[in-house]
Protein backbone atom coordinates (compact mmCIF):
# COMPACT_ATOMS: atom_id res chain seq x y z
CA UNK A 1 0.00 0.00 0.00
CA UNK A 2 0.96 3.55 -0.33
CA UNK A 3 1.07 6.50 1.99
CA UNK A 4 2.11 9.42 1.93
CA UNK A 5 2.49 11.25 5.70
CA UNK A 6 3.04 15.06 6.24
CA UNK A 7 3.06 15.50 10.36
CA UNK A 8 3.10 19.05 10.40
CA UNK A 9 -0.52 20.33 9.82
CA UNK A 10 0.59 24.11 9.93
CA UNK A 11 3.69 26.33 10.25
CA UNK A 12 4.18 29.64 10.78
CA UNK A 13 6.95 31.85 10.28
CA UNK A 14 8.48 35.50 9.57
CA UNK A 15 9.15 36.59 6.72
CA UNK A 16 12.71 35.88 5.31
CA UNK A 17 13.08 32.71 7.80
CA UNK A 18 14.17 29.67 6.14
CA UNK A 19 11.51 26.71 6.85
CA UNK A 20 10.96 23.21 5.75
CA UNK A 21 8.03 21.02 5.32
CA UNK A 22 8.49 17.10 6.15
CA UNK A 23 7.50 14.69 3.87
CA UNK A 24 7.43 10.96 4.74
CA UNK A 25 6.25 8.36 2.32
CA UNK A 26 5.97 4.68 2.37
CA UNK A 27 5.91 2.30 -0.70
CA UNK A 28 6.80 -1.17 -1.76
CA UNK A 29 7.43 -0.44 -5.04
CA UNK A 30 11.09 0.26 -6.23
CA UNK A 31 9.63 2.57 -8.81
CA UNK A 32 7.85 5.24 -7.73
CA UNK A 33 7.35 9.79 -8.42
CA UNK A 34 7.19 12.07 -5.70
CA UNK A 35 5.77 15.70 -5.74
CA UNK A 36 5.44 18.78 -4.06
CA UNK A 37 2.68 21.20 -5.07
CA UNK A 38 1.39 24.31 -3.82
CA UNK A 39 -1.90 25.40 -3.35
CA UNK A 40 -2.43 28.99 -2.56
CA UNK A 41 -5.81 30.71 -1.06
CA UNK A 42 -7.21 30.82 -4.86
CA UNK A 43 -7.49 26.84 -4.62
CA UNK A 44 -5.99 25.84 -7.49
CA UNK A 45 -2.58 23.45 -7.57
CA UNK A 46 0.66 24.61 -8.53
CA UNK A 47 3.03 21.96 -9.42
CA UNK A 48 6.62 22.42 -7.89
CA UNK A 49 8.92 19.73 -8.64
CA UNK A 50 8.74 15.71 -9.64
CA UNK A 51 11.39 13.02 -8.06
CA UNK A 52 11.55 9.69 -9.74
CA UNK A 53 12.53 7.05 -6.97
CA UNK A 54 16.40 6.69 -9.16
CA UNK A 55 17.48 9.94 -8.99
CA UNK A 56 18.21 10.89 -4.96
CA UNK A 57 20.50 14.19 -5.53
CA UNK A 58 18.80 17.11 -4.10
CA UNK A 59 17.41 19.98 -6.35
CA UNK A 60 17.65 23.46 -5.63
CA UNK A 61 15.46 26.06 -8.06
CA UNK A 62 15.86 29.42 -6.43
CA UNK A 63 14.89 29.99 -2.77
CA UNK A 64 12.87 26.10 -3.15
CA UNK A 65 15.24 23.06 -2.47
CA UNK A 66 14.67 19.33 -1.60
CA UNK A 67 15.99 17.00 -0.02
CA UNK A 68 15.44 13.20 -1.12
CA UNK A 69 16.51 10.18 1.05
CA UNK A 70 15.64 6.64 0.41
CA UNK A 71 17.09 5.45 3.50
CA UNK A 72 14.31 7.50 5.54
CA UNK A 73 11.78 7.68 3.00
CA UNK A 74 11.62 11.46 2.86
CA UNK A 75 11.17 14.05 0.61
CA UNK A 76 11.64 17.22 2.02
CA UNK A 77 11.06 20.75 1.18
CA UNK A 78 13.09 24.07 2.11
CA UNK A 79 12.26 27.35 1.15
CA UNK A 80 14.92 30.10 1.93
CA UNK A 81 14.53 33.55 3.01
CA UNK A 82 10.21 33.03 3.21
CA UNK A 83 8.05 35.47 1.76
CA UNK A 84 4.48 36.37 2.19
CA UNK A 85 3.18 35.06 -1.04
CA UNK A 86 4.69 31.55 0.17
CA UNK A 87 1.76 31.14 1.85
CA UNK A 88 -0.08 28.37 0.69
CA UNK A 89 -0.72 24.72 1.61
CA UNK A 90 1.67 22.75 0.26
CA UNK A 91 1.47 18.54 -0.88
CA UNK A 92 3.58 16.18 -0.86
CA UNK A 93 2.13 13.42 -3.21
CA UNK A 94 3.26 9.67 -4.40
CA UNK A 95 2.50 8.36 -7.65
CA UNK A 96 4.09 4.84 -8.53
CA UNK A 97 5.24 4.08 -11.73
CA UNK A 98 2.01 3.34 -13.41
CA UNK A 99 0.47 6.85 -12.70
CA UNK A 100 -3.19 5.42 -12.15
CA UNK A 101 -3.15 7.49 -8.77
CA UNK A 102 -1.48 9.71 -6.93
CA UNK A 103 -1.54 9.21 -2.80
CA UNK A 104 -1.51 12.92 -1.46
CA UNK A 105 -0.39 14.07 1.97
CA UNK A 106 -2.88 15.55 4.16
CA UNK A 107 -1.01 18.77 3.67
CA UNK A 108 0.94 21.30 5.84
CA UNK A 109 -0.58 24.81 5.96
CA UNK A 110 2.26 27.85 5.55
CA UNK A 111 1.63 31.43 7.18
CA UNK A 112 4.37 33.68 6.49
CA UNK A 113 3.76 36.82 8.52
CA UNK A 114 5.51 40.37 7.85
CA UNK B 1 -3.98 28.07 -22.96
CA UNK B 2 -3.54 24.51 -23.57
CA UNK B 3 -3.65 23.16 -19.64
CA UNK B 4 -6.43 20.93 -18.34
CA UNK B 5 -9.64 22.97 -18.50
CA UNK B 6 -12.13 22.34 -16.13
CA UNK B 7 -15.63 24.02 -15.48
CA UNK B 8 -17.45 25.32 -13.67
CA UNK B 9 -15.22 26.09 -11.66
CA UNK B 10 -17.68 27.11 -9.19
CA UNK B 11 -21.12 25.24 -8.94
CA UNK B 12 -24.07 25.35 -6.36
CA UNK B 13 -26.56 23.12 -6.36
CA UNK B 14 -29.25 22.56 -3.84
CA UNK B 15 -30.01 18.96 -1.74
CA UNK B 16 -31.28 16.18 -4.39
CA UNK B 17 -30.33 17.66 -7.12
CA UNK B 18 -27.89 16.78 -9.81
CA UNK B 19 -24.33 18.25 -10.27
CA UNK B 20 -22.22 17.47 -13.28
CA UNK B 21 -18.56 18.13 -13.11
CA UNK B 22 -16.45 18.76 -16.74
CA UNK B 23 -12.96 18.32 -17.79
CA UNK B 24 -11.28 18.87 -21.03
CA UNK B 25 -8.26 17.37 -20.97
CA UNK B 26 -4.99 18.29 -22.65
CA UNK B 27 -4.78 18.25 -26.17
CA UNK B 28 -2.89 14.94 -26.89
CA UNK B 29 -4.15 13.31 -23.55
CA UNK B 30 -6.64 10.48 -23.35
CA UNK B 31 -6.04 9.83 -19.54
CA UNK B 32 -8.16 11.24 -17.23
CA UNK B 33 -8.35 11.26 -12.99
CA UNK B 34 -10.81 12.37 -10.78
CA UNK B 35 -10.05 13.52 -7.42
CA UNK B 36 -11.83 14.87 -4.78
CA UNK B 37 -10.34 17.45 -1.74
CA UNK B 38 -12.87 17.76 1.08
CA UNK B 39 -12.78 20.67 3.42
CA UNK B 40 -8.90 20.82 5.61
CA UNK B 41 -7.86 17.14 3.63
CA UNK B 42 -5.62 16.25 0.79
CA UNK B 43 -6.52 15.20 -2.29
CA UNK B 44 -8.08 11.60 -2.69
CA UNK B 45 -8.66 9.81 -5.62
CA UNK B 46 -11.89 9.08 -7.47
CA UNK B 47 -11.44 7.97 -10.32
CA UNK B 48 -9.30 7.01 -13.92
CA UNK B 49 -10.45 7.00 -17.26
CA UNK B 50 -9.39 6.62 -21.01
CA UNK B 51 -11.07 7.44 -23.58
CA UNK B 52 -14.78 5.13 -23.48
CA UNK B 53 -13.48 3.02 -20.40
CA UNK B 54 -13.41 3.22 -16.58
CA UNK B 55 -9.77 1.59 -15.74
CA UNK B 56 -10.26 2.32 -11.85
CA UNK B 57 -13.03 2.78 -9.99
CA UNK B 58 -11.54 1.93 -6.90
CA UNK B 59 -12.55 6.01 -4.96
CA UNK B 60 -15.60 5.83 -6.19
CA UNK B 61 -18.33 6.50 -3.97
CA UNK B 62 -20.65 2.96 -4.84
CA UNK B 63 -23.74 5.52 -4.86
CA UNK B 64 -25.16 8.53 -6.60
CA UNK B 65 -21.64 8.76 -8.51
CA UNK B 66 -20.58 8.01 -11.90
CA UNK B 67 -18.23 9.09 -14.43
CA UNK B 68 -17.43 8.79 -18.24
CA UNK B 69 -14.92 10.08 -20.34
CA UNK B 70 -16.79 9.60 -23.61
CA UNK B 71 -14.84 9.35 -27.05
CA UNK B 72 -15.30 12.90 -28.24
CA UNK B 73 -16.04 15.65 -25.83
CA UNK B 74 -14.90 16.15 -21.92
CA UNK B 75 -15.11 14.27 -18.81
CA UNK B 76 -18.06 14.32 -16.71
CA UNK B 77 -18.00 13.14 -13.37
CA UNK B 78 -21.54 12.87 -12.32
CA UNK B 79 -22.80 13.20 -8.48
CA UNK B 80 -27.05 12.41 -8.41
CA UNK B 81 -28.76 13.54 -5.40
CA UNK B 82 -26.44 15.61 -4.28
CA UNK B 83 -26.32 15.80 -0.20
CA UNK B 84 -24.20 18.38 1.71
CA UNK B 85 -21.31 15.90 2.07
CA UNK B 86 -20.38 16.48 -1.33
CA UNK B 87 -19.30 20.04 -1.01
CA UNK B 88 -15.66 19.78 -1.80
CA UNK B 89 -13.48 20.58 -4.63
CA UNK B 90 -13.03 18.18 -7.70
CA UNK B 91 -9.85 17.96 -9.21
CA UNK B 92 -9.45 16.51 -12.70
CA UNK B 93 -6.22 15.82 -14.07
CA UNK B 94 -4.73 14.43 -17.12
CA UNK B 95 -1.67 12.44 -18.86
CA UNK B 96 -0.98 11.40 -22.16
CA UNK B 97 0.13 7.87 -23.87
CA UNK B 98 3.46 7.09 -21.65
CA UNK B 99 2.32 8.01 -18.49
CA UNK B 100 5.29 10.24 -17.23
CA UNK B 101 3.40 13.25 -15.77
CA UNK B 102 0.03 14.67 -14.99
CA UNK B 103 -1.21 17.94 -15.16
CA UNK B 104 -3.90 19.48 -12.93
CA UNK B 105 -6.71 21.45 -13.60
CA UNK B 106 -8.10 24.11 -11.29
CA UNK B 107 -10.90 22.26 -10.31
CA UNK B 108 -14.53 22.54 -9.25
CA UNK B 109 -15.62 23.85 -6.11
CA UNK B 110 -19.37 22.06 -5.32
CA UNK B 111 -20.87 24.07 -2.37
CA UNK B 112 -24.24 21.62 -1.91
CA UNK B 113 -26.81 23.80 0.03
Known amino acids: AQKVTQAQTEISVVEKEDVTLDCVYETRDTTYYLFWYKQPPSGELVFLIRRNSFDEQNEISGRYSWNFQKSTSSFNFTITASQVVDSAVYFC???????????FGSGTKLNVKP | NAGVMQNPRHLVRRRGQEARLRCSPM?????VYWYRQLPEEGLKFMVYLQKENIIDESGMPKERFSAEFPKEGPSILRIQQVVRGDSAAYFC???????????FGQGTRLTVV
Open chain 1, 93 to 103: ALSVVSFNKFY
Open chain 2, 27 to 31: KGHSH
Open chain 2, 93 to 103: ASSGQGRTEAF
